[in-house]
């Protein structure tokens, strides 16, 4: 029986490869503003 | 190193490095702690001595080991047949030969790569338009917008040579953002109206594309600021703390009136003007509500739909501040308002946290994920008469002023400490399954904590894991509802 369900993300190890363009926002902009979150912001890459 | 949590009904295990997640039933669960124990161990054991030969340890049987521990705690269950706990481990291990389980940290070279391959290079500006305000919020971080210094408003010539600044040091960088922050921006709006302007001038020229952010507490917002920031600011960001008697025990002007009643209708019609375009209410809570869940939906019942509510930021000695006994009535609420979110989704009435927003699929590379929030170097703080600081929470702070927007940056030990700051630059975030979430967190949120940007703020760190933990079971219900 299938025992795991397994959602698709972006595999973080593959994305050393593309990555690092520096094209997205800096990370407290937007709301917050006191505090640092990465995991909301979006990848901004042309060759991703 | 994996992260296991049960929440919402699911058996969730994160694997932290790869970011490969998954919804497991209750043996794969039990096997993958027993699992992890074993993999981590070795791990220790192989930083210990550099990965080199000696330190071994029988991976093999002590795996068989959990497996015969599984047989004994589901004895008498589907689970306990042995043929059952076989096919669970084969399934955890094609995962792990996939990539996809017990991923091992191979990043750390890395850190400093995104940060040197772009040193020097600014891409986003915060303008501090006016060092005044006209509430006078007695918890707010920046002292009534003054930031512990002289009332003051910026003028065109020093917004425009920001401007240019910020052009004349973004490299290749394509998209440059900037932010119109005080005090109240607003009270200083032609300067505002003006400096876009400009900013468009040059853009095509420039080969650049900016994007405009409004801070605003909306006593000052009318046809004129929604009709200009509609058509300009790629964002708005709208000051709401929630209920009437919540948002009016700190929002209030210098005569001690609320300001919920005059700025609601405003930022209604605001919004309603703004056809789909980003914004968010940003409400902060406090110690005077931690039950903070309340006020989302009192934002929700306003028709408000894109929501952020922040922790308060201020003083030790700040009534406002939050204690160690708010800090489980907050993460309780966290958890309901991950429910509520699942609840409204039935209902056709999905909102937007900001801090629940999470791309699976598309999400920040590694290099992002592990170089810091990126104060001091491709982020700062404008002053009104152009003193650049590492970010809008540093201003006021002497010792962390950069230079200027005339002169460029010239303390470069100051940027040198936040060129280092990254996941790895603290002992416990290397440690920290959250790490490639929060990037090392926020160094002024450190800073104000331990006296060092380098240091953790941990009750921040308590809530950020919390948020992690909802904003993937959210992502997980809304993937498998699908």
Redesign the interface.
């Given at each position: 029986m299938e025992h795991i369900k397994t959602v698709e993300t972006r595999n973080l190890c593959e994305s050393a490869k593309k990555g690092g363009c520096g094209e997205c926002q800096t990370s407290c902009q937007s709301a917050c503003k006191t505090s640092c979150g990465i995991a909301n912001q979006k990848c901004e890459s042309e060759k991703k | 190193m994996i992260h296991q949590y049960k929440l919402g009904g699911y058996n969730i295990?994160l694997d932290v490095?790869?970011?490969?997640?998954?919804?497991?039933?209750d043996?794969?669960y039990d096997i993958i702690a027993g699992l992890d124990e074993i993999y981590s161990h070795q791990e220790k054991l192989n930083r210990g001595n550099d990965g080199k030969s000696g330190g071994m340890i029988d991976i093999e049987t002590l795996s068989e080991r959990v497996l015969y521990d599984m047989q004994k705690k589901y004895a008498g269950t589907k689970m306990g047949d042995p043929s059952?706990i076989r096919?669970?481990y084969e399934?955890?291990m094609a995962?792990k030969e996939q990539?996809?389980l017990f991923?091992r940290d191979?990043?750390e070279p890395?850190a400093g790569?995104?940060k040197a391959?772009?040193s020097g290079?600014v891409?986003?500006l915060c303008l501090h338009i006016a060092h005044t305000c006209n509430l006078n919020c007695s918890y707010c971080?920046a002292s009534q917008g003054k930031y512990h210094g002289e009332r003051a408003v910026m003028s065109y010539e020093v917004g425009k040579r920001a401007l240019d600044f910020l052009v004349e040091n973004s490299g290749t960088?394509?998209?440059l953002?900037v932010?119109f922050?005080g005090g109240e921006p607003l009270m200083n709006f032609q300067v505002v109206k003006d400096l876009v302007a400009y900013a468009r001038s040059i853009e095509k020229e420039k080969g650049k594309n900016f994007r405009f952010?409004l801070?605003t507490n909306g006593v000052l917002v009318d046809d004129d600021v929604i009709e200009f920031a509609n058509r300009e600011c790629h964002?708005v960001?709208l000051s709401l703390d929630g209920r009437k008697e919540v948002h009016d025990r700190y929002r209030v002007d210098y005569a001690g009136n609320g300001s919920w009643e005059k700025i609601v209708p405003k930022f209604q019609k605001f919004v309603e003007a703004r056809g789909g375009k980003?914004y968010?209410m940003?409400g902060t809570f406090t110690h005077a509500n931690p039950d903070f869940l309340e006020d989302i939906k009192v934002m929700l019942d306003l028709g408000f739909t894109e929501l952020?509510m922040?922790?308060v930021?201020c003083g030790e000695d700040d009534p406002a501040r939050l204690t160690e006994e708010d800090l489980p009535i907050v993460l309780e609420q966290y958890e309901k308002l991950a429910e509520l979110m699942i609840q409204r989704d039935k209902e056709g009435k999905p909102f937007t946290f900001?801090?629940?927003?999470?791309?699976?699929?598309?999400?920040?590379?590694?290099?992002?994920?592990i170089s810091?929030?990126?104060?001091g170097t491709?982020?700062m703080a404008v002053t009104p008469w152009g003193d650049l600081y590492p970010?809008?929470?540093f201003v006021g702070e002497e010792k962390f002023l950069l230079g200027n927007i005339y002169k460029g940056v010239k303390n470069k030990k100051v940027q040198d400490d936040f060129m280092a700051c990254n996941v790895y630059a603290r002992e416990e975030c290397r440690n920290c399954w959250a790490r490639?979430?929060?990037?090392?967190?926020?160094?002024?949120?450190a800073y104000h904590a331990t006296g060092s940007v380098r240091g953790v703020y941990k009750y921040?760190c308590e809530l950020?894991k919390k948020?992690?933990e909802c904003?993937l079971m959210v992502?997980?219900h809304r993937?498998?509802a699908e």
């Open positions: - | 295990v490095c790869s970011g490969a997640l998954h919804v497991v039933d043996l794969s059952e096919e669970c399934q955890i995962l990539g996809k991923t191979e990043y890395m790569e995104l391959r772009t290079v891409k986003a971080f960088r394509r998209n953002e932010d922050f952010t801070t964002n960001v980003n968010y940003r952020s922040e922790p930021v900001y801090h629940y927003m999470i791309d699976l699929k598309g999400g920040p590379c590694i290099y992002k994920r810091g929030c990126g104060s491709e982020y970010c809008h929470q490639l979430y929060c990037s090392g967190g926020c160094a002024a949120n921040g950020f948020r992690i904003a992502a997980i993937e498998f």
